[in-house]
């Protein structure tokens, strides 16, 4: 498939982003509070965003082995392993993306638990290679409903977090810098969201694939008005396409949920066998997940608590059945599938039960695939191919059997 504009004009926005990390520079997260990280002036970096690039230049198998001769195991997350791997062979794709000689160096480094607790070994890796300052945020787990209770429990940590980052960067934090920072992340988040929902028009804009690389803004640079900037443009060369009818799959016939983690050494050639498929993957509770309604510049750290802790992926298992039940709906969703993500535990959501619980109260028909984000041993193209025709095949039957739906 063709590039997007707005897929070009992310690539000058990314290499001024990553040269623009020195210090201070803070390590975060990816749905952690880097708000709070900007507020105080630091730089924020995102391993994360480092790992899923490892995985999409099909580099991560390089360097897992070196982690797991460093004592990692080779269930645990496969960007934890690439990264680690990476580091310890001192070789990163940012230097022949964005021409930087490494990974920039923490001044403090900060996770969240809410989306993998795995973050809280991979970091502290880090403040030990580093001698760096690490604070964690540990929110509630697999919560149904969020009580005040636990969201009294956020504020109190972010405020131990924001005490530790003062120290290091010799200065309070401005709290009406931290209410322009939310308000910046939340008009981000809105004009993101608005971004997805173009998915929901028929044909669809917008592919799953498209917003796991558009998606780079909203994780690296929230709370920035390069951000903002970014999405709107985004939004209008989208609304555009909607006006014109132009599907980013031709002669869409069906239209996919994906859930779970991307595959991503395998971004562009799921998305060409979709294509050749006629189906669209127009939604993901993945690319969801950078959608924060609750930002609220008139409580930063009270929204920020609600808004972190609510996200998909931290939540029990009947708020994830609604959640997704939203989603088909919104995005007219003929069939769903879940991608087992076989080193990725906390965003596999096929092993409970999860995907019979779908389809028994909506009548949407599933698939479960294997693979992983970035361990490509896990994922087998041709059996992947076999299973994913199928399923498109069975859709296209039952579409042509209910041609109103």
Same mark, same amino acid.
């Given at each position: 498939?063709r590039?997007?504009?707005?897929?070009?004009?992310?690539?000058?926005?990314?290499?001024?982003?990553?040269?623009?990390?020195?210090?201070?520079?803070a390590?975060?997260?990816?749905?952690?509070?880097a708000?709070?990280?900007?507020?105080?002036g630091?730089r924020v970096?995102?391993?994360?965003?480092h790992?899923?690039?490892?995985?999409?230049s099909?580099?991560?198998?390089?360097?897992?082995?070196?982690?797991?001769?460093a $004592?990692?195991?080779?269930?645990?997350? +496969?960007?934890?392993? &690439?990264? =680690? @791997?990476?580091? %310890?062979?001192? *070789?990163?794709?940012?230097?022949?993306?964005?021409?930087?000689?490494?990974i920039p160096?923490?001044?403090?480094?900060?996770?969240?638990?809410?989306?993998?607790?795995?973050?809280?070994?991979?970091?502290?890796?880090?403040?030990?290679?580093?001698?760096?300052?690490?604070?964690?945020?540990?929110?509630?787990?697999?919560?149904?409903?969020?009580?005040?209770?636990?969201?009294?429990?956020?504020? $109190?940590?972010?405020?131990?977090?924001? +005490?530790?980052?003062? &120290?290091? =960067? @010799?200065k309070? %934090?401005d709290? *009406?810098?931290?209410s322009?920072?939310?308000?910046l992340?939340?008009?981000?988040?809105?004009?993101?969201?608005?971004?997805?929902?173009?998915?929901?028009?028929?044909?669809?804009?917008?592919?799953?694939?498209?917003?796991c690389?558009?998606?780079?803004?909203?994780?690296?640079?929230?709370?920035?008005?390069?951000?903002?900037?970014?999405?709107?443009?985004?939004?209008?060369?989208?609304?555009?396409?909607?006006?014109?009818?132009?599907?980013?799959v031709?002669?869409?016939? =069906?239209?996919?949920?994906?859930?779970g983690?991307?595959?991503?050494?395998?971004?562009?050639?799921?998305?060409?066998?979709?294509?050749?498929?006629?189906?669209?993957i127009?939604?993901?509770?993945?690319?969801?997940?950078?959608?924060?309604?609750?930002?609220?510049?008139?409580?930063?750290?009270?929204?920020?608590a609600?808004?972190?802790?609510?996200?998909?992926?931290?939540?029990?298992?009947?708020?994830?059945?609604?959640?997704?039940?939203?989603?088909?709906?919104?995005?007219?969703?003929?069939?769903?599938?879940?991608?087992?993500?076989?080193?990725?535990?906390?965003?596999?959501?096929?092993?409970?039960?999860?995907?019979?619980?779908?389809?028994?109260?909506?009548?949407t028909?599933?698939?479960?695939?294997?693979?992983?984000?970035?361990d490509?041993?896990?994922?087998?193209?041709?059996?992947?191919?076999?299973k994913?025709?199928?399923?498109?095949?069975?859709?296209?039957m039952?579409?042509?059997?209910?041609?109103?739906?």
């Amino acid at each position: 498939m063709r590039e997007l504009p707005s897929q070009h004009r992310l690539k000058p926005l990314l290499k001024a982003y990553f040269a623009s990390l020195s210090s201070p520079v803070a390590w975060c997260t990816s749905a952690g509070p880097a708000e709070i990280l900007r507020a105080l002036g630091f730089r924020v970096y995102f391993p994360e965003n480092h790992g899923a690039l490892l995985g999409a230049s099909r580099s991560a198998l390089k360097y897992i082995p070196y982690a797991h001769q460093a $004592g990692y195991q080779s269930e645990i997350c +496969s960007y934890l392993t &690439a990264d =680690i @791997g990476a580091w %310890l062979m001192k *070789e990163t794709p940012l230097t022949r993306a964005y021409g930087l000689p490494s990974i920039p160096k923490p001044d403090f480094i900060v996770f969240n638990t809410n989306q993998c607790r795995e973050v809280a070994e991979w970091f502290s890796f880090y403040g030990r290679e580093f001698d760096c300052p690490v604070a964690g945020i540990f929110p509630p787990r697999y919560v149904e409903e969020i009580s005040q209770h636990h969201l009294n429990d956020m504020v $109190g940590q972010f405020n131990q977090l924001i +005490s530790v980052g003062e &120290a290091i =960067i @010799g200065k309070k %934090l401005d709290i *009406e810098k931290l209410s322009e920072t939310i308000a910046l992340s939340r008009k981000a988040s809105d004009l993101w969201k608005s971004v997805l929902l173009t998915a929901a028009s028929k044909p669809a804009p917008l592919t799953f694939f498209d917003g796991c690389i558009l998606m780079a803004p909203i994780v690296v640079l929230r709370g920035t008005r390069e951000c903002v900037n970014f999405y709107r443009e985004t939004l209008n060369e989208l609304e555009e396409f909607m006006r014109s009818g132009s599907g980013r799959v031709p002669d869409e016939s =069906i239209r996919i949920y994906w859930e779970g983690m991307p595959i991503w050494g395998r971004l562009r050639w799921l998305s060409e066998l979709f294509a050749e498929n006629g189906a669209s993957i127009v939604a993901s509770t993945y690319c969801n997940s950078w959608v924060f309604d609750d930002f609220d510049p008139g409580q930063p750290l009270e929204s920020m608590a609600m808004a972190y802790t609510r996200i998909f992926i931290n939540r029990g298992e009947n708020t994830k059945l609604e959640m997704m039940k939203s989603l088909l709906s919104t995005y007219r969703v003929d069939g769903v599938i879940f991608h087992d993500s076989k080193t990725c535990f906390n965003n596999s959501n096929s092993r409970f039960g999860l995907p019979d619980r779908l389809k028994r109260e909506t009548g949407t028909e599933v698939l479960t695939i294997d693979g992983d984000l970035n361990d490509l041993r896990f994922f087998s193209d041709g059996q992947s191919k076999t299973k994913i025709e199928t399923f498109i095949e069975q859709l296209q039957m039952k579409r042509s059997a209910n041609p109103a739906k």
